[in-house]
C-alpha cells in the first residue's frame, strides 16, 4: 500500500510508528502476530486464487519428490507474504531458513547463508527488492545452476571455485515488485500477488484470531472492526487486540459492539479506517485550502508533520479510498472527502460544516 519502510530507512526517522493503522509491524509486534498465524494453506484465509495455485505447486512438487519452483510473493504489507513462507515450509516438512534484503549487503553475507542450507530447505528473503546488487548477483547463479563461486585471492591472481549447493527453494517477498531487476524477477518460477482483504474475510481472520486468543468475538464486533481495517489482516488483528484491552479495562470483558466502537473511539479510528493524520490531512485540504489543490510541503506544514510522513504513510490509504486525488498542480479533496468530513463543498455553498 505504501513505502512508509523504505522511507524512513532510508531517512533515518521512524514514519508515524504510533499509528495503530501503520501497516508495518515492530519486533514485538512479530512476536504476537506469531501465535495468530495459520500454519497450513487450509486455515489461511483470502486470496483464493492465490492458495489454489500454490497448493497445486507444493503438492506437484511432493509427488515428484523435489523442492517446487522459486516463490515471489508481492503486495502491500501486512497481507500474509510472511505466513505463507512459513506456510510453504510447513507443507513440504522442510525447515524454514529466514533472512532479508537489507540484512545481505554483501556477497559474502548471501553466500553464507546459501551454503548452510540442507537439501530441500526453504529459504525467505523479506523485502527481496532490497538486495545488494552484488548479492543479487551471487543469487541469480544459486537459484539457476544450484552452485556459488567462492572468490579466492585478490587482484589478478584471485580465482573462483564453484561450491555445489543443495538444491533449496528460494521464496521472496516484496512491496515493490516493480524495483525487482527483470532477471532476478525471471527466476521465479511461480509468481503471486496478494490483494487486500475483503470485509468478509477480515471477519474470518478476526473470529480465528479471537478464539486464539481465548476471547469470544460478538459478530457485529468482528463485523465494525473489520470495515475500520484497511483490507489488512495486520491491522485488524492489532485492533482486536485493542478492542480486548479496552473490555478488559473499561468494559465487562465482552468484546461486544459496544466494546468494539468504545475501543475505536478511544483510538481515533472512525468508520473508514480513518486515523488521526489521515483526518488532519482531509481536513486542512478541505477547511483550509477550499479542496486544493495544495502542494505537498504546504499541506505537511499545515498539520504538522514531515512531507515524506504525508506522502508515504497517510497519503496512499486517502487516495486508494478516493478521498484525495493528486494533480500536476497538487492534491485536491474529492467529493468523498468532503462527504466524509461531514462538509460541503464549496461548489454546494461553502466549507462550513452541514
Same mark, same amino acid.
Given at each position: 500500500?505504501?513505502?512508509?519502510?523504505?522511507?524512513?530507512?532510508? #531517512?533515518?526517522?521512524?514514519?508515524?510508528?504510533? %499509528?495503530?493503522?501503520?501497516? +508495518?509491524?515492530?519486533? =514485538?509486534?512479530?512476536?504476537?502476530?506469531?501465535?495468530?498465524?495459520?500454519?497450513?494453506?487450509?486455515?489461511?484465509?483470502?486470496? *483464493? &486464487?492465490?492458495?489454489?495455485?500454490?497448493?497445486?505447486?507444493?503438492?506437484?512438487?511432493?509427488?515428484?519428490?523435489?523442492?517446487?519452483? *522459486?516463490?515471489?510473493?508481492?503486495?502491500?504489507? $501486512?497481507?500474509?507474504?510472511?505466513?505463507?513462507?512459513?506456510? =510453504?515450509?510447513?507443507?513440504?516438512?522442510?525447515?524454514? %531458513?529466514?533472512?532479508?534484503?537489507?540484512? =545481505?549487503?554483501?556477497?559474502?553475507?548471501?553466500?553464507?547463508?546459501?551454503?548452510?542450507?540442507?537439501?530441500?530447505?526453504? @529459504?525467505? =528473503?523479506?523485502?527481496? *527488492?532490497?538486495?545488494?546488487?552484488?548479492?543479487?548477483? @551471487?543469487?541469480?547463479?544459486?537459484?539457476?545452476?544450484?552452485?556459488?563461486?567462492?572468490?579466492?585471492?585478490?587482484?589478478?591472481?584471485?580465482?573462483?571455485?564453484?561450491?555445489?549447493?543443495?538444491?533449496?527453494?528460494?521464496? $521472496?517477498?516484496?512491496?515493490?515488485?516493480?524495483?525487482?531487476?527483470?532477471?532476478?524477477?525471471?527466476?521465479?518460477?511461480?509468481?503471486?500477488?496478494?490483494?487486500?482483504?475483503?470485509?468478509?474475510?477480515?471477519?474470518?481472520?478476526?473470529?480465528?484470531?479471537?478464539?486464539?486468543?481465548?476471547?469470544?468475538?460478538?459478530?457485529?464486533?468482528? +463485523?465494525?472492526?473489520?470495515?475500520?481495517?484497511?483490507?489488512?489482516?495486520?491491522?485488524?488483528?492489532?485492533?482486536?487486540?485493542? &478492542?480486548?484491552?479496552?473490555?478488559?479495562?473499561? !468494559?465487562? $470483558?465482552?468484546?461486544? #459492539?459496544?466494546?468494539?466502537?468504545?475501543? #475505536?473511539?478511544?483510538?481515533?479510528?472512525?468508520?473508514?479506517?480513518?486515523?488521526?493524520?489521515?483526518?488532519?490531512?482531509?481536513?486542512?485540504?478541505?477547511?483550509?485550502?477550499?479542496?486544493?489543490?495544495?502542494?505537498?510541503?504546504?499541506?505537511?506544514?499545515?498539520?504538522?508533520?514531515?512531507?515524506?510522513?504525508?506522502?508515504?504513510?497517510?497519503?496512499?490509504?486517502?487516495?486508494?479510498?478516493?478521498?484525495?486525488?493528486?494533480?500536476?498542480?497538487?492534491?485536491?479533496?474529492?467529493?468523498?472527502?468532503?462527504? *466524509?468530513? !461531514?462538509?460541503?463543498?464549496? +461548489?454546494?455553498? $461553502?466549507? #462550513?460544516?452541514?
Amino acid at each position: 500500500m505504501d513505502d512508509a519502510t523504505d522511507r524512513s530507512d532510508a #531517512l533515518g526517522i521512524d514514519l508515524a510508528a504510533d %499509528r495503530l493503522t501503520r501497516t +508495518s509491524a515492530d519486533d =514485538i509486534e512479530r512476536a504476537a502476530e506469531a501465535a495468530l498465524r495459520p500454519r497450513s494453506l487450509d486455515e489461511f484465509v483470502g486470496q *483464493h &486464487v492465490v492458495r489454489d495455485q500454490l497448493s497445486l505447486v507444493l503438492q506437484a512438487a511432493l509427488g515428484r519428490g523435489t523442492p517446487p519452483d *522459486h516463490v515471489l510473493l508481492s503486495g502491500p504489507p $501486512g497481507l500474509g507474504k510472511t505466513t505463507l513462507a512459513m506456510i =510453504i515450509a510447513a507443507e513440504l516438512g522442510t525447515s524454514l %531458513r529466514v533472512t532479508s534484503g537489507p540484512a =545481505i549487503q554483501h556477497a559474502g553475507d548471501l553466500a553464507a547463508v546459501l551454503s548452510s542450507l540442507d537439501e530441500g530447505e526453504v @529459504l525467505f =528473503i523479506d523485502e527481496i *527488492h532490497r538486495l545488494a546488487r552484488p548479492a543479487e548477483e @551471487l543469487l541469480y547463479v544459486a537459484m539457476e545452476d544450484f552452485r556459488v563461486d567462492v572468490v579466492v585471492g585478490k587482484g589478478a591472481g584471485a580465482s573462483a571455485i564453484p561450491l555445489s549447493l543443495p538444491r533449496f527453494t528460494t521464496v $521472496g517477498a516484496t512491496t515493490r515488485a516493480g524495483l525487482l531487476p527483470a532477471p532476478l524477477r525471471d527466476r521465479f518460477g511461480f509468481t503471486a500477488h496478494l490483494d487486500f482483504y475483503s470485509a468478509d474475510e477480515l471477519e474470518r481472520v478476526l473470529l480465528r484470531s479471537a478464539g486464539l486468543l481465548g476471547t469470544a468475538l460478538d459478530a457485529e464486533a468482528a +463485523s465494525e472492526i473489520a470495515s475500520r481495517s484497511r483490507g489488512t489482516p495486520r491491522i485488524a488483528n492489532r485492533l482486536l487486540r485493542r &478492542v480486548r484491552d479496552w473490555a478488559q479495562v473499561r !468494559g465487562d $470483558g465482552s468484546l461486544d #459492539l459496544r466494546a468494539a466502537q468504545a475501543a #475505536l473511539e478511544v483510538y481515533e479510528v472512525d468508520a473508514l479506517g480513518l486515523d488521526r493524520l489521515d483526518r488532519s490531512v482531509l481536513e486542512a485540504l478541505c477547511v483550509r485550502f477550499g479542496g486544493g489543490p495544495v502542494g505537498l510541503t504546504t499541506l505537511a506544514v499545515t498539520v504538522g508533520e514531515e512531507p515524506e510522513t504525508v506522502e508515504t504513510v497517510a497519503e496512499p490509504y486517502l487516495v486508494r479510498e478516493g478521498l484525495v486525488g493528486r494533480t500536476p498542480r497538487g492534491r485536491v479533496a474529492t467529493p468523498a472527502a468532503w462527504a *466524509h468530513l !461531514g462538509l460541503v463543498p464549496p +461548489s454546494a455553498g $461553502g466549507t #462550513l460544516f452541514a
